[in-house]
């Protein structure tokens, strides 16, 4: 390993690119710990500190790398992006332009891309606007009895917002140029810091809490879930192709073979994101109606909001196996395969084309799927168990969308450089 990133050191043009992203990395963390004008900070800081469970915000904190709740520039992090693109996602689906615009190539993508910074600019005024409005009322962080702002007028309002805003723009910006200028795709590299910049703070927690057998414990189960996560991200169901020989003029093209990969989580993190932000609004209801301690809202925070309840964890998990079986039912479609391999003369070997193709791969993919699903399950009810067992908190390092994030961040970075590294006679990293 270390004899391949020497190669990949001394290769001049990976070493200039992986250079170049460590330089926009530590821009990036830098952004994340500059207050945002009109923070007051210390009072942050001594509120933050009294903290003990910011699960309302867990999510959007975590993809900000802790700087939503400090209320930096950087605050709203890439959330705002991965909202947007899962919007235009969904959207692709039911609106005939955009898939007409998917099926154009390169110019037809480039403008979807378009599409989506507009709808994440829109996204993150409204998220720094909400953001803004809960830290001038003293709702942002719970139990906080101190101002977190300066100056509570329209000024201070107005520019606060306008900087986040401004601030999600230059993340969105950043990735780009990662993905242009670096290695791997900018906008999961930022995610994978912000994610990574968390965790270390929260393993220690750990240990502060429980004491050093338990830490002990949790990291060898630590290294067991991470070890699955890898092999369940790795694996993947190749469906054989043959391509029929063709004669076009005096030219024979055609007769080869190669495979459709179905992995076994083709849905990637979506589903648990989608789960995760449904879960958030009854907790969003209890805090802004918290006045009533029955009824509805005392139906809700008893047991939709600390996650600690198994009827949260059992909401949470069906959750998770129905968006899997969605998310992968509009973003893999067994007609349209079915009839591309048709149209340039492939086939399945044993499944006619056409009908049967389609049905053979519908049936495949719903197979694969529910694994997939169930995997996706367990492994985000790990912080919530964690929370129960040894009385964690929801940013539990081990579990969740967390080490989904960074195993499979991680994964795909070492694909692209290990592919840069063949390309120039390397042997790579899994050499």
């Known amino acids: 390993m270390l004899g391949a990133f020497a ?14 992203v460590l330089l926009i990395i530590v821009i990036f963390r830098a952004g994340s710990q500059i207050p945002a004008p009109g923070v007051h900070v210390a009072n942050v800081d001594t509120c933050l ?5 910011s699960s309302l915000y867990s999510l959007i904190n975590l993809f900000s790398g802790g ?10 992090g890439i959330m705002p992006y991965i909202t947007a693109s899962i919007i235009l996602q969904l959207l692709v689906v039911v609106i005939p332009r955009l898939e007409a615009l998917k099926k154009e190539g390169q110019a037809g993508q480039t403008k979807i891309t378009q599409y989506t910074r507009y709808l994440t600019l829109g996204l993150a005024l409204l998220q720094a606007t909400g953001i803004v409005a809960l830290a001038r009322s003293g709702n942002l962080l719970q139990n906080c009895n101190q101002p977190l702002l300066h100056d509570d007028g329209t000024a201070t309002f107005l520019v606060l917002v306008i900087t986040m805003t401004a601030g999600t723009a230059v993340i969105m910006w950043l990735g780009e140029l990662i993905t242009d200028r670096g290695v791997g795709n900018g906008m ?14 929260a393993l220690w927690a750990v240990q502060k809490s429980q004491g050093w057998w338990t830490f002990g414990v949790v990291m060898a189960i630590g290294l067991v879930i991470v070890a699955a996560v890898i092999f369940i991200e790795q694996a993947q ?28 989580n083709q849905a990637g993190i979506i589903p648990v994101i989608f789960a995760s932000s449904l879960l958030y609004l009854p907790a969003m209801a209890v805090q802004f109606n918290n006045t009533s301690s029955s009824g509805w809202v005392g139906f809700l925070n008893d047991y939709f909001v600390d996650g600690s309840h198994p009827l949260y964890m059992a909401v949470f998990f069906l959750m998770i196996i129905f968006f899997t079986y969605f998310y992968v039912s509009i ?10 391999m048709k149209k340039y003369g492939g086939f399945i070997p044993g499944i006619r084309a056409g009908k049967p193709t389609e049905d053979y791969l519908s049936y495949v993919l719903s197979r694969i799927t529910l694994p997939g699903a169930l995997y996706l399950g367990l492994i ?15 940013n539990f390092p081990f579990g969740g969308t967390s080490i989904l994030i960074m195993v499979g961040v991680a994964l795909d970075t070492v694909k692209q450089i290990e592919s840069q590294l063949q390309q120039r006679n390397y042997e790579g990293f899994l050499g």
């Open 331 to 340: 973003t893999f479609n067994p007609q349209e395969v079915a009839d591309n």
């Open 49 to 53: 500190n009294q903290l003990e469970d």
């Open 380 to 394: 985000s009810l790990i912080p919530l168990i964690a929370l129960v067992l040894i009385d964690a908190n929801q």
């Open 188 to 201: 999961s590299i930022l995610i994978f810091t912000q994610v990574v910049a968390t965790f270390p703070t």
């Open 67 to 76: 700087a939503l709740l400090q209320l930096t520039i950087f605050a709203l």
């Open 237 to 264: 169901r190749r469906i054989p192709v043959q391509y029929a020989r063709r004669m076009v003029g005096r030219k024979m093209f055609g007769g080869s073979s190669t495979y459709i990969p179905l992995k076994v």
């Open 7 to 20: 190669n990949a050191f001394r290769t001049p043009d990976l070493r200039r690119k992986l250079l170049f």
